[in-house]
């Protein structure tokens, strides 16, 4: 475990910074340009992971487990938001026969 933690403050932690917001970009883009309703919730994960990979980073540059705690129960909120997300899917798509988000506005009463 000790190796990894080296391996990891090796780089430097402007580079995580920097790696992280360009991900976490482009999942912001992708939310709020495409109109698929897969590819948005993809790009929430995306958004999701950049954070995840940042509270890991910072967890090892200060020696401390409480970023990588967050970073499991994130994980946990992602999971179940991810089968609740591709439930609604399910059923937007057996109503409307399509996943584009525009669509949705057949739903209203």
């Not at 920097?18 to 976490?24: E, G, R």
């Not at 309703?37 to 890991?56: D, K, P």
């Not at 967890?59 to 487990?65: E, F, I, K, N």
């Amino acid at each position: 475990m000790e190796t990894i933690s080296k391996n990891i403050q090796a780089i430097p932690l402007n580079h995580y910074i920097l790696l992280c917001s360009i991900i976490f970009s482009i999942g912001v883009i992708g939310v709020l340009i495409r109109r698929n309703a897969i590819v948005i919730f993809m790009s929430v994960e995306l958004m999701l992971n950049s954070v995840n990979l940042l509270l890991t980073a910072f967890s090892v540059y200060r020696g401390d487990a409480t970023g990588q705690v967050f970073v499991f129960f994130i994980m946990a909120l992602a999971a179940a938001e991810v089968a609740i997300g591709l439930a609604i899917i399910v059923m937007i798509y057996r109503n409307t026969n399509s996943i584009d988000i525009n669509v949705l506005n057949r739903l209203k009463w």
